[in-house]
């Protein structure tokens, strides 16, 4: 099946594709051997700044070999790129997908630069798979323990969104509901459940939304979201917690130790507790 194909499926039978993110080996091989362990398929992503981490060429090779070993589709995404050459480079590399994220931009200009970036990717691969941010959704991954206020003219406006969708021509879009990149502490607020209806609405049946900012929404929210027209979901904070609350764990306990691989084998295993939730919450279990 191709990633359209999940797509479409995940509105006919109401779950969500889970997107994880990594930088390092260590959190790819949790995200896969989970999703294997459970059989779905997955979408990996890298930011920009993870991405330079990592490697490209590395991203690319990695994915290929773990599809081979594993033998379940693993679609890998350049997340949150925040510029056009950023955007041309994963493209030229053979990502499977793209989010050129110009959220931060007036809404005209938005338009413009996710249009550009639309084009080009699918001028160099017709099946590559392209979304665009737009409302402004807060927030880093990581524990803020800050008070994040979001405010009215954040949010993803209906009528804006299906103008958006229409004009740039994504396959994807990612609004600003009331969700917040990272772990937040001291926050009250909550996902606009109605808000995210009232978008799918005005974008149609064929372009999909995606619901940044995962960590720390509770199980009821995911699960309204995707009964509301949510069809992907994003993680990456809880990942990074359960990789390094883990690895401090492990030093301490072990501080005698000084093989990799051994201090780094229970911080797998805790990345793939956090990740199976994640896809059970999600309904992907099951979807090979
Ligand atoms: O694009 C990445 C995600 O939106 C991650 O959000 O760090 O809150 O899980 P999160
Ligand atoms: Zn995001």
């Known amino acids: 099946m191709t990633i359209k194909d999940y797509l479409k499926d995940t509105i006919s039978n109401c779950w969500a594709l889970g997107h994880f993110n990594f930088s390092e080996n260590d959190a790819l091989r949790a995200i896969v051997e989970s999703a294997a362990e459970l059989k779905t398929p997955i ?171 995962g960590s720390g929404l509770s199980e009821l929210e995911f699960k309204n979201a995707i009964e509301a027209g949510v069809s992907m979901v994003h993680i990456n904070t809880e990942i990074r917690v359960a990789f390094t609350e883990s690895l401090r764990k492990t030093l301490q306990e072990m501080p005698e130790e000084t093989t990799p691989y051994k201090v780094m084998a229970p911080s797998v295993l805790a990345m793939k507790k956090v990740i199976a939730e994640k896809l059970k919450i999600f309904g992907s279990v099951n979807r090979l």
């Open 43 to 213: 979408f990996v992503g890298v930011s920009e700044n993870e991405r330079k981490h990592i490697g490209i060429k590395e991203t690319i090779a990695l994915v290929r070999a773990f599809r081979e070993e594993f033998g379940i589709p693993i679609f890998l995404n350049a997340d949150h790129h925040k510029n056009f050459e950023a955007v041309k480079e994963v493209v030229d590399a053979g990502y499977d997908a793209i989010l050129a994220d110009f959220s931060k931009l007036p809404f005209e200009e938005n338009i413009k630069m996710t249009k550009q970036s639309v084009e080009y990717a699918k001028s160099k691969n017709p099946d590559i798979i392209t979304e665009g941010e737009l409302g402004y959704v807060r927030g880093e991954s990581k524990i803020q323990t800050e008070v994040i206020e979001i405010k009215p003219e954040d949010l993803t406006k209906p009528e804006e969104a299906a103008q958006f969708v229409k004009e740039t021509g994504v396959d994807l879009l990612a609004p600003a509901v009331g969700n917040i990149h990272g772990i937040v502490t001291n926050n009250s607020g909550t996902i606009d459940i109605q808000r995210i209806g009232d978008i799918k609405k005005a974008i149609g049946e064929n372009i999909y939304l995606v619901l940044h900012g």
